[in-house]
């Protein structure tokens, strides 16, 4: 079972960037599709980037546009989200998720593995 441990997170203001990382343990890190949710009070949990394992193909939320960028090293197994042009509707806790399934989902219920989140507070 693959553990996973989120961090970056903390307040920005509106316009400014932040780099999330999700470090994830195991030596089979490679073989696990990778993705990041997001949580706002009284919101329900929402999809926002996943990256594939095998071809690294990568999806993303329509309310990214553009500003977000998944990433993943195996080699430190650990995967990345770059946000920038960051809004204060992006405030929300930001979870790490992964799922052995080849082909990345946007469903939370498609990633049987989660961190346990990392705050993203943009002021305006």
């Known amino acids: 079972q693959v553990q996973l441990v989120e961090s970056g997170g903390g307040l920005v203001q509106a316009g400014g960037s932040l780099r999330l990382s999700c470090a994830a343990s195991g030596r089979t890190f490679s073989t696990y599709t990778m993705g990041w949710f997001r949580q706002a009070p009284g919101k329900g949990r929402e999809f926002v980037s996943a990256v594939g394992w095998r071809f690294e193909n990568k999806y993303y939320a329509d309310f990214v546009k553009g500003r977000f960028t998944i990433s993943r090293d195996t080699t430190k197994n650990t995967m990345y989200l770059q946000m920038d042009s960051l809004e204060p509707e992006d405030t929300a806790v930001y979870y790490c998720?992964?799922?052995?399934?080849?082909?990345?989902?946007?469903?939370?219920?498609?990633?049987?593995?989660w961190g346990q989140g990392t705050q993203v507070t943009v002021s305006s």
């Open positions: 998720a992964a799922s052995r399934s080849v082909v990345p989902g946007r469903g939370v219920s498609e990633y049987p593995y």
